[in-house]
C-alpha cells in the first residue's frame, strides 16, 4: 500500500508531492488555516533551467532539479508540504508566519546557489526566485495559487535569484 501511495502521490524525479497530493492535503490546511493556524504558500522556479538544459542536457537539468528538491528537503520539517509543480517549479506548504517563511526561503536561496554539478569539464551553477504569501480562510485555491504566482513573477522581473513576499 505505502508502494501504491507513493507512486500515485509523488514525483519520480525528486521525490517531493505531486500536485495529486497537493489537492487532496489543501482542504484540511483550509480547515487548520481556518482554526487560526499560520500557513503560508511559497512558490519557487528554478532560474534559467532551459539554458541549463541546452547547454548541458535534460540529464544534467535533472540532476540539478535533484540537487534543489535535496535542498528543499533539508530545510523542510514533516509537517511542511513540498511539492514539485511543473518542469521548474516547487510549491511548499508551510506551517509558519511569514518572518518564519521568509528566513526558511532565505536559506533554499542561498543553499540553491552553492549547488555545483560537473558538466562537459564547466560547473553547472544556478538560482531560483521565490514567491510567497500568507493563506487566508477566505480564499479559494485558485486565488492563492495566481497571487502566489504574482509574488514568484515580480522576483523574477527584479532580477532572479530573490524572494518577492505579497500580503
Known sequence: ??????????????????????????KRI?????????????FMDVDYLKEINDQFGHLVGDEYLKAIAE???KNT???DIAVRWGG??????????????????ERVLQEVKKIRIK???????????????????????EELLLKVDQALYKAKFEGRGVIKVLS
Do not use: H, W
Open 1 to 26: 500500500m505505502e508502494q501504491l501511495f507513493d507512486i500515485a502521490t509523488k514525483d519520480q524525479l525528486t521525490g517531493l508531492y505531486n500536485r495529486v497530493y497537493l489537492k487532496d492535503v489543501i
Open 30 to 42: 483550509f480547515e487548520l488555516v481556518k482554526r487560526g493556524q499560520n500557513y503560508c504558500l511559497l
Open 71 to 73: 535542498v528543499i528537503k
Open 77 to 79: 520539517r514533516a509537517e
Open 88 to 105: 521548474d517549479e516547487f510549491l511548499l506548504i508551510l506551517r509558519a508566519d511569514l518572518e518564519g517563511v521568509k528566513k526558511l526561503a
Open 119 to 141: 558538466a562537459n569539464g564547466k560547473e553547472v551553477v544556478g538560482s531560483v526566485s521565490i514567491g510567497i504569501i500568507k493563506i487566508e480562510p477566505d480564499r479559494e485555491l
